[in-house]
């Protein structure tokens, strides 16, 4: 059986785990001296052969990202942490930032060195104002020890991070729209190319990554690329934070190799809670296609996940059992997605509206069977041909519902009515 691997939340059942003094504790910012004894290149190097893939949704690899940026620009460079956590379920960020915030810190100085930047920021969800202040006071204490500022440890080099609080709107998440939101514009996403790398923040070279990307970047110069690789499957190398929420006995963040299946992580969970059985799940989040109890074995990285019909994602596993309705359950997501399209583009701005006006109906029995066509010929008419990766993520829990659970949504039909109590289910807040 696969076992946890305690990195980035290794402290956190430390009382001092967010100060300075308890980070250094346990072994923190020892990984930044040994950096600065490595020219930034070689982080580079060891960060591609680690294989550390972006932790924020897409997987990309970390290394190669930021092989990307131009030698030399006549802009500064910028790196840009991009912490606006908000995907329905996805929760692991801001514990992570609560718990070990100077584990970020520590990574965000590392990667920028090694990228030759000079100034970084950490743009974070705006809503989460104990998150921003515990982020605002590591900064001043990375600062107060000489960590940040000039001459950092005698190397000669200078970082200065800024802490931005976010704008409150899922879609400046997406890493274009971001950097539009931290110029302090409205958060729209930006027409690639030119993409962030050659022409990102203020139109400088500019690399953005998660979080937890930059959060594992500490351990990995500090144990080496090959203690990194050695974790996880061929192609999905390393740890992840799991994070399991819903019909769950004990729901939370599973640190484990990546590879490993919703049934082990279960088993440590204390598996669904007492009487009740697995109905659906999301292996990343409310926009990757759900699954069921026979993918309960599916490794979860990113190829086995594609492989099997959805995506990894942001491993936010939200875990449902049989009492609660999947129309009712896609409908909440469908509303979320509707009101958080940006309208920059049509198929997005109309086909959200439309989903969550025809799963209105259907949830409360009143649609047709000829509806669900029209439902899969609006995600036809959004994936792919949406401006950003917003509108791709719509479709998925509505045309995945409609392949795994379409005798249920014909019994609301049948019924004219939603079959489930919904007193029964401890989520959605219980009654409707
Ligand atoms: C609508 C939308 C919201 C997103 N929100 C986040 C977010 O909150 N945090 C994040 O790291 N990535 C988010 N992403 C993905 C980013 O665009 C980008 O891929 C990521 O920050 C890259 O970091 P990584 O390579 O380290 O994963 C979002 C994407 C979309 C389309
Ligand atoms: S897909 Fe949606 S969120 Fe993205 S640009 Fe189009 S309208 Fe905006």
Same mark, same amino acid.
């Not at 279960?266 to 292996?283: Q, S």
């Given at each position: 059986?696969?076992?946890?691997?305690?990195?980035?939340?290794?402290?956190?059942?430390?009382?001092?785990?967010?100060?300075?003094?308890?980070?250094?504790?346990?072994?923190?910012?020892?990984?930044?001296?040994?950096?600065?004894?490595?020219?930034?290149?070689?982080?580079?190097?060891?960060?591609?052969?680690?294989?550390?893939?972006?932790?924020?949704?897409?997987?990309?690899?970390?290394?190669?990202?930021?092989?990307?940026?131009?030698?030399?620009?006549?802009?500064?460079?910028?790196?840009?942490?991009?912490?606006?956590?908000?995907?329905?379920?996805?929760?692991?960020?801001?514990?992570?930032?609560?718990?070990?915030?100077?584990?970020?810190?520590?990574?965000?100085?590392?990667?920028?060195?090694?990228?030759?930047?000079?100034?970084?920021?950490?743009?974070?969800?705006?809503?989460?104002?104990?998150?921003?202040?515990?982020?605002?006071?590591?900064?001043?204490?990375?600062?107060?020890?000489?960590?940040?500022?000039?001459?950092?440890?005698?190397?000669?080099?200078?970082?200065?991070?800024?802490?931005?609080?976010?704008?409150?709107?899922?879609?400046?998440?997406?890493?274009?729209?971001?950097?539009?939101?931290?110029?302090?514009?409205?958060?729209?996403?930006?027409?690639?190319?030119?993409?962030?790398?050659?022409?990102?923040?203020?139109?400088?070279?500019?690399?953005?990554?998660?979080?937890?990307?930059?959060?594992?970047?500490?351990?990995?110069?500090?144990?080496?690329?090959?203690?990194?690789?050695?974790?996880?499957?061929?192609?999905?190398?390393?740890?992840?934070?799991?994070?399991?929420?819903?019909?769950?006995?004990?729901?939370?963040?599973?640190?484990?190799?990546?590879?490993?299946?919703?049934?082990?992580?279960?088993?440590?969970?204390?598996?669904?809670?007492?009487?009740?059985?697995?109905?659906?799940?999301? %292996?990343?989040? &409310? @926009?990757?296609?759900? +699954?069921? !109890? =026979?993918? $309960?074995?599916?490794?979860?990285?990113?190829?086995?996940?594609?492989?099997?019909?959805?995506?990894?994602?942001?491993?936010?596993?939200?875990?449902?059992?049989?009492?609660?309705?999947?129309?009712?359950?896609?409908?909440?997501?469908?509303?979320?997605?509707?009101?958080?399209?940006?309208?920059?583009?049509?198929?997005?701005?109309?086909?959200?509206?439309?989903?969550?006006?025809?799963?209105?109906?259907?949830?409360?029995?009143?649609?047709?069977?000829?509806?669900?066509?029209?439902?899969?010929?609006?995600?036809?008419?959004?994936?792919?041909?949406?401006?950003?990766?917003?509108?791709?993520?719509?479709?998925? %829990?509505?045309? &995945? @519902?409609?392949?795994? +659970?379409? !005798? =249920?949504? $014909?019994?609301?039909?049948?019924?004219?009515?939603?079959?489930?109590?919904?007193?029964?289910?401890?989520?959605?807040?219980?009654?409707?």
């Amino acid at each position: 059986m696969t076992t946890l691997t305690p990195v980035l939340t290794g402290n956190w059942d430390q009382p001092d785990s967010f100060t300075r003094a308890g980070y250094e504790r346990g072994g923190g910012y020892k990984a930044l001296r040994k950096a600065f004894g490595m020219d930034p290149d070689d982080i580079v190097q060891a960060v591609k052969d680690s294989g550390l893939r972006g932790r924020g949704g897409a997987g990309f690899p970390t290394g190669m990202k930021w092989g990307f940026l131009p030698p030399t620009s006549p802009n500064p460079r910028y790196l840009v942490v991009n912490a606006d956590e908000s995907e329905p379920g996805t929760c692991k960020d801001i514990p992570l930032m609560m718990a070990n915030p100077h584990v970020l810190v520590e990574g965000t100085i590392i990667s920028s060195y090694a990228i030759r930047s000079n100034i970084a920021f950490i743009y974070v969800r705006g809503e989460v104002l104990h998150v921003i202040r515990r982020l605002h006071q590591a900064v001043a204490e990375a600062y107060e020890a000489g960590y940040l500022g000039k001459d950092i440890l005698g190397s000669g080099y200078d970082l200065d991070i800024v802490v931005h609080s976010g704008a409150g709107a899922y879609i400046c998440g997406e890493e274009t729209a971001l950097l539009d939101s931290l110029e302090g514009f409205r958060g729209w996403p930006r027409l690639k190319p030119p993409f962030p790398a050659v022409a990102g923040l203020y139109g400088g070279p500019t690399v953005i990554n998660n979080v937890e990307s930059i959060a594992s970047v500490p351990s990995i110069v500090g144990n080496g690329p090959e203690w990194f690789a050695a974790m996880g499957t061929e192609k999905s190398q390393g740890f992840g934070i799991f994070s399991l929420s819903g019909h769950v006995t004990r729901p939370g963040q599973y640190e484990a190799p990546l590879g490993i299946t919703l049934r082990e992580l279960l088993d440590m969970a204390g598996g669904i809670r007492e009487g009740h059985r697995l109905k659906f799940w999301t %292996p990343g989040g &409310s @926009s990757t296609p759900i +699954f069921t !109890d =026979e993918h $309960l074995d599916v490794p979860l990285d990113f190829e086995s996940v594609g492989a099997a019909g959805s995506m990894l994602g942001t491993r936010a596993l939200q875990i449902f059992d049989e009492t609660t309705c999947v129309v009712r359950a896609v409908l909440r997501w469908s509303e979320f997605y509707a009101h958080e399209s940006c309208g920059k583009c049509t198929p997005c701005r109309e086909g959200t509206y439309w989903y969550k006006l025809m799963l209105k109906r259907l949830e409360a029995g009143q649609g047709t069977e000829e509806d669900l066509e029209t439902l899969l010929d609006i995600s036809d008419n959004i994936l792919g041909r949406a401006f950003c990766a917003l509108g791709d993520g719509a479709t998925s %829990p509505v045309v &995945s @519902s409609i392949k795994l +659970f379409r !005798d =249920e949504y $014909l019994q609301h039909f049948e019924r004219g009515a939603c079959p489930f109590d919904p007193a029964e289910s401890t989520l959605w807040g219980g009654a409707k």
